[in-house]
Antibody, heavy 120, light 107 residues
Framework: QLTLKESGPALVKPTQTLTLTCTFS??????????VGWIRQPPGKALEWLAL???????FYNPSLKNRLTIAKDTSKNQVILTVTNMDPVDTATYYC????????????WGTGTSVTVSS | YVLTQPPSVSVAPGRTAKITCGGD??????VQWYQHKRGQAPVVVIY???DRPSGIPERFSGANSGNTATLTISRVEAGDEADYYC???????????FGGGTKLIVL
């Protein structure tokens, strides 16, 4: 059974760096054609894609956020980590991770998300 | 790359709902559709324009032509009420793009 679960702080202060962890099971991020990505949804707003890392270490970022995002993987722990620097209240959102597959990539299995609030 | 969806679509139970996703020459892209119910993980209901994952009812179908992709839900049920998002891989920016989402309201 393929599962992904997001974890991280529920509350961060403005200007701080957010670190989120996606822990997955049922698949390997070393398998050809597999990737894991992050997506967020601010309250009352649409889904917004953030970043993706592939099985062969390619990294892809949302151009509008690229200078604030870093995605990395730890295949030994079955984890993907996303860091977001210089957090602002507008970054308040539910953050999801999702497995990607196919060519081109699409999100075939999602986690249930973790809520992050940015407030002083 | 911008994907444009209507904010909401209303349909009576048992009728057919069509949700559109507009994009410049979107026919050249492959389109996915995700169903997102409040408090739950999004679920892909259509991928690569027309393919349906296992477990998704045949009532869900997709099409892509010209500048518009369409998700069609036949024989709509109350349980289909959700937000639906279209998505493509933008080869120009090498990243994924979501539409603004459409709230399906079952009357």
């Amino acid at each position: 059974q393929l599962t992904l679960k997001e974890s991280g702080p529920a509350l961060v202060k403005p200007t701080q760096t957010l670190t989120l962890t996606c822990t997955f099971s049922g698949f390997a991020l070393t398998s050809s054609g597999v990737a894991v990505g992050w997506i967020r949804q601010p309250p009352g707003k649409a889904l917004e894609w953030l970043a993706l890392i592939s099985w062969d270490d390619e990294e892809f970022y949302n151009p509008s956020l690229k200078n604030r995002l870093t995605i990395a993987k730890d295949t030994s722990k079955n984890q993907v980590i996303l860091t977001v620097t210089n957090m602002d209240p507008v970054d308040t959102a539910t953050y999801y991770c999702a497995r990607n597959t196919g060519t081109p990539y699409y999100m075939d299995v999602w986690g249930t998300g973790t809520s992050v609030t940015v407030s002083s | 790359y911008v994907l444009t969806q209507p904010p909401s679509v209303s349909v009576a139970p048992g009728r057919t709902a069509k949700i559109t996703c507009g994009g410049d020459n979107i026919v050249r892209e492959t389109v996915q559709w995700y169903q997102h119910k409040r408090g739950q993980a999004p679920v892909v209901v259509i991928y690569y324009d027309t393919d349906r994952p296992s477990g998704i009812p045949e009532r869900f179908s997709g099409a892509n032509s010209g500048n518009t992709a369409t998700l069609t839900i036949s024989r709509v049920e109350a349980g289909d009420e959700a937000d639906y998002y279209c998505q493509v891989w933008d080869s120009r920016t090498e990243g994924q793009v979501f539409g603004g989402g459409t709230k399906l309201i079952v009357l």
